[in-house]
Structure formats: C-alpha cells, structure tokens
C-alpha cells in the first residue's frame, strides 16, 4: 500500500506521504522486554485497545515490534517474533480497518508475515543492512520504509561509540542506504529517513543529531525522529522513570519539528500532538 494512505485523512495531511504537518507514529511494543513498556501490551487485547487508544489520540501510524532494541537487548527467534506481532496487526485491522500499521523490523520473514497480515509500512531499525532480503521485499510490496542509523548491533552498539563527525557520518550513511534501496527497486517517495537516536550514541551524539536535523532532513526525504522516554532524555531532565519522560520527550519533538523532522515515533501520542500543533501555528503565523 503506497504512502498516499496517509494523504486520505481529512485532517490535511497533505503531500504524498508527509506534507508540511507533523505525523505521529505510536510506538506499541508486544515485547516482555522493552526498556518502558515491556510486558505491558504482550496480551493480544490489551495491545489492540492500547493502538486504538493512540489512534484516538491523533496517531496515524501505529508501530508494532515483538523485539526490544534496547541497548544490550538479545535477539529474539523470528518465528516467535512474528507470533507475537501477527495476531495483533490482524486484532487491530479487525477493530479499526484502514489502520496504517508500520513492523517494526530489520527481519525479511517478519516484515513479510506482517505485510500479508495487512500492515503497510516497514520500520528497519538497520536501514536494511541487517537482511538483504529486507529491500528487495519492501520494492516488490511497494510500501514505505523507514531506513534507520544505528552503529553495531544492540547487545553493542553502546559500547563506548566513536565518530569522527557524526552529523557528517550519519547523513552520508543515510544517502548511501537511499541510493541502495532506490537501486534495488524501492521508489524514492516510498523512503523516510532517521537518524536512530539512542542507536549506538552517546548523549553528545544524540544532541548533535538532533541540534543539526537539517544535515538530513536537507537529503530531501522525509525524516523521522524516534526520542521518546529515552535515556538520553532521562540524563538531560533528571528523571529516572522512563514513562515519566513525557515533557523531555515533547521539548526534543517541538526541536526535532522546527530542523525538518515530520514523523515522530512516541509512546505518549496526545501530548506530543498537542505541543507539535502549537508549534506549527507558531511556524506559520
Ligand atoms: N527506537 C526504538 C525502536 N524502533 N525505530 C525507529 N525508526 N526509530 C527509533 O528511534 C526507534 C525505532 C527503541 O525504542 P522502543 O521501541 O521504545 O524500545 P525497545 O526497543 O526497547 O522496544
């Protein structure tokens, strides 16, 4: 299902994909262990009732992963992956058709099970370089894909993390993972683009990323930007508890807004769509 999905909604999400308003991704984890949500939408139920929640919140995509990428997580065998995530696409295509469902993936086989199942975007945390089967399937589906930065693996990636410049390394990483997947069959309106904060980055990496935003939204894609109630943000306002990183989160996404970024990937939805829309009346007034 191509992009224009999103361009069907009656709220003026113009454009192909991304017009000039910001689009809420809402993050749904059916993981025991993710780093603030894990275990808490594994029942089948509670996970749809949680999507639907975002949804009426102002989601207009809803990002399911059945593995953890925290840093130091393990990976989980795909077969149980995909056990995880299939009934709830299908739960919640039931409950609410029409859904824009990303898969939250690096996975081929699972992204496959997920698209029959009736989700249309794919979310690779590895930009396609953990599976090389994972591009040419998004071309052949003909479905949008977030190609994401992220350094190592993550049982690894934050082992002491080293960049020269890594603005410069992250944007000129992002343009090579564009021209492969174009190269490979994957139109160029169907690519989004992020930097993967928190994705082998220390707190100065991280700020760097996001103070210099430009660096990639200037790449001519879209850009996602995925902060929510992570550490980094734990560190800069002091607050220990992950799901209680709600304002830190909403400061980075108004910041992220304002240096290009228009998707952004959150756990709590409704604040986040309420600051953004007060920061586009601000842009445009
Ligand atoms: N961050 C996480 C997972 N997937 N995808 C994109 N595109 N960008 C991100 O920044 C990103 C992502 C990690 O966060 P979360 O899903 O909240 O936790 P966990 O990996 O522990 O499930």
């Not at 998004?138 to 990636?157: F, T």
């Not at 829309?277 to 842009?283: K, L, P």
Request: include cysteine; charged fraction near 25%; aromatic fraction near 4%.
């Amino acid at each position: 299902m191509p992009l224009t999905v999103l361009t069907a909604s009656q709220d003026g999400v113009g454009g192909r994909f991304i017009g000039p308003d910001p689009v809420l991704m809402g993050i749904l984890n059916v993981t025991p262990d993710s780093f603030s949500d894990g275990g808490w939408y594994v029942d089948r139920g509670k996970a749809v009732a949680r999507a639907v929640e975002m949804l009426d919140e102002g989601a207009k995509i809803i990002d399911i992963g059945g593995e953890s990428t925290r840093p130091g997580s393990a990976p989980v065998r795909p077969d149980e992956e995909m056990r995880r995530v299939v009934p709830v696409i299908r739960g919640l295509l039931e409950e609410r058709p029409g859904t824009v469902i990303s898969i939250d993936t690096y996975r081929s086989a699972t992204a496959e099970a997920a698209l029959e199942a009736g989700a249309s975007v794919v979310n690779d945390v590895s930009g396609g370089t953990m599976d090389e089967r994972m591009l040419p399937l998004v071309a052949r589906a003909g479905c949008p894909v977030v190609l994401m930065h992220m350094k190592g693996e993550p049982k690894i990636m934050q082992h002491d993390p080293y960049y020269r410049d890594v603005v410069r390394e992250v944007r000129d990483h992002l343009a090579e993972r564009a021209e492969t997947a174009m190269d490979l069959g994957v139109s160029r309106e169907n690519i989004v683009l992020d930097p993967g904060i928190g994705f082998g980055k220390t707190l100065l990496h991280n700020l760097a990323l996001l103070k210099n935003l430009e660096e990639i939204s200037g790449l001519g894609f879209p850009v996602l930007i995925g902060t929510s109630r992570k550490t980094f943000i734990g560190t800069l306002s002091g607050v220990e508890e992950a799901s209680e990183r709600v304002a830190g989160t909403v400061a980075t996404s108004v910041l992220a807004y304002e240096r290009g970024a228009r998707l952004f990937r959150v756990h709590d939805v409704r604040e986040n769509r309420e600051a953004l829309q007060v920061a586009v009346a601000f842009e445009r007034a």
